[in-house]
């Protein structure tokens, strides 16, 4: 078996020993690697019903049969843990030298239980654990932490670590490395938990691939076809200009949610950020599309994606770019989710302006205020910023009255930049995600762009296709490849195969890899069963049920109850699930889930 | 007969080939006015296939309102279609 370590390497903070663990090939081949793996990992390492900072709870590290091949935007590793903001499975991508080195550490996943008593790094080289003191570097931001860290332990070490928030347990605190961040879902509130400032790995030990020539063949191929027009969008312009393009379509979620046009968008468009304020591209280790665009800012340079750009500006009703700009920066070394904080203070700014919330005079549109309540939230430094730092969901019930109808999420987790109401084959795909509203798991809205439905109108029809759209991305996150190269594949499930059998050595067909993808999110399902979900939590906020949202090409946009339900009940039938949405024991058989 | 006028608007990679926000073009379909928008700026050679349909990078939405992939799709005086990247996600 070519591309895998066959171990993890299991960490017991609470001893500070570590012990490799067998991986079957049984179990890889049915779980891959990724988030496939690290959810096969967290139902076996994390206790039924555990809080999610409890000291017995697993934090994931998982790596997959492609790092350290020369695929293309292969050097990639999921975060997994249980989700201090949702309470079910979280989890989340990142990329570059950590994925390589952690895996030459000697094991295809990292997992850490028990917590340290003080605050430490752990390091990690060639499967040999040590401990170490944290204490100069807490209170650190993420860049500060990572530049001490190079300095102490050398070039050869890739650290992923937490900010401030992590460290205060914010609930949507992310991980950083190298300025790239597994970010939603407060897994850097589970490292905090655990006192870790920061995991370090280095190593020596390399996997051989089944089948070197043709992998150093596929490689080529795959690198040529990225250079080509299915990746020039992100080589080119980067995400951020999608801004303009859902702002036209009234999709563009402005001031939490109550528009879908921001009349400050042209400011704030990715064309005019690209002509007045682009300074670099960069690429992820092992990538050959190089999609990072970095902007200037008086905060310094900082990288910028759509769903930074939305959440900090039209979201929050704010046009100023060196404002959005600096508030990014921010997050990026505070360890923020720039997508739940932006979320959460769009989210008090309408509480504050309803009369719901007291909060010193929040409006939307008040940049400055933004600014100064980010490095609050990270610490938790106040009533209000400990409030915002649990997210809409916990500050919701809280504030009380009609807030939780307008708090943006979906199971706890923050909407990304999607109007459901004008994408209504997303909202099904945010109310169904067993990670919350997300837009990385499903991708459901290439639907919506696209003659195959009416976005204004969700239909059963598209649920079968909404399911397509999960299952990509299910295989896509567990190879693990960059979802920007998706886009280049004809056949993804034939050529997924093609790649995966000569780097394992497996003889995997396109066929096997459809059932490993539905076979990967029906586990997910299974742990959030396990966690205590019901199909109750299967909907979306009050607010997209019950508002209109003017679209100026129609009447108003609206989505009611009955027709998300009507979408969902047959997303549960495409999935083979129940009419409730639980999966049955007969399916779980099929799938060969029964050692969850 | 004069053929009905049609404003294109450019959003994304087509925005940044062409270096304009919109176009206006004379067209009876979606096929002739893309046609048209190749005429006028040939840094947008690549939106159509030999075969006259949309490129696979790029979409086509009638006033916002519905997608369309049909390029008989006959147009009304005063259309606008917008040209957009395809993979309009993060
Ligand atoms: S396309 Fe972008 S996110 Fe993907 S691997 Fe390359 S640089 Fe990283």
Known sequence: MGGYHGRYLRIDLNSGTASYVTLSESVLRRFLGGVGLGTWLLHHESPPCVDPLAREAALVFCFSPLVGTPLTTSAKFAVVAKSPLTFRLNDALSSSHFALAGKRSGADALVIVGACTAPSVLVIEDGAIRIESASELWGLDSDETTKQLGERFGQEFHSAVIGPAGEHLVRYATISHANRHAGRGGLGAVMGSKRLKAVLVAGTQRVPVADPARVVAASRDLSQRSFGPATAKYRELGTVSNLLTFNRLHALPTRNFQQGQFEQAENLSGESLNATRRVARESCASCTIGCEHIYSSSEGNVRLEYESLFALGPLCGIGDRDVVLRAARLCDRLGLDTISVGATVAFAMECSERGLLEADGLRFGDGEALLALLPRISRREDSLSDLLAEGTRRAAARIGGDAPDFAPHVKGLELPGYEPRTLQTMALGFAVGSRGADHNRSGAYELDFSAKTDRFHGSPEAAALAVDTEDRAALIDSMILCKFLRGVFTDFFAESADLLRIVTGWDITAEELRTTARRIVTAKKLYNVREGWSNSEDTLPRRFLSEGLSTGVATEATLTVERLQTMIDAYYSARGWNADGQVSESQIGELQLTDL | ?90
């Open chain 2, 1 to 90: 007969m004069s053929l009905p006028t049609i404003t294109i608007e450019l959003f994304g990679m087509p925005r940044a080939r062409a270096e304009v926000r919109e176009l206006v073009v004379s067209a009876a379909t979606v096929g002739e006015a893309l046609a048209e928008v190749v005429a006028k700026c040939p840094t947008l050679a690549d939106v159509v296939n030999a075969d006259g349909r949309l490129a696979s990078q790029y979409l086509l939405s009638l006033d916002g309102k519905h997608f369309v992939s049909d390029v008989s799709q006959p147009l009304q005086p005063g259309d606008r279609l917008l040209l957009l990247s395809s993979d309009a996600g993060g």
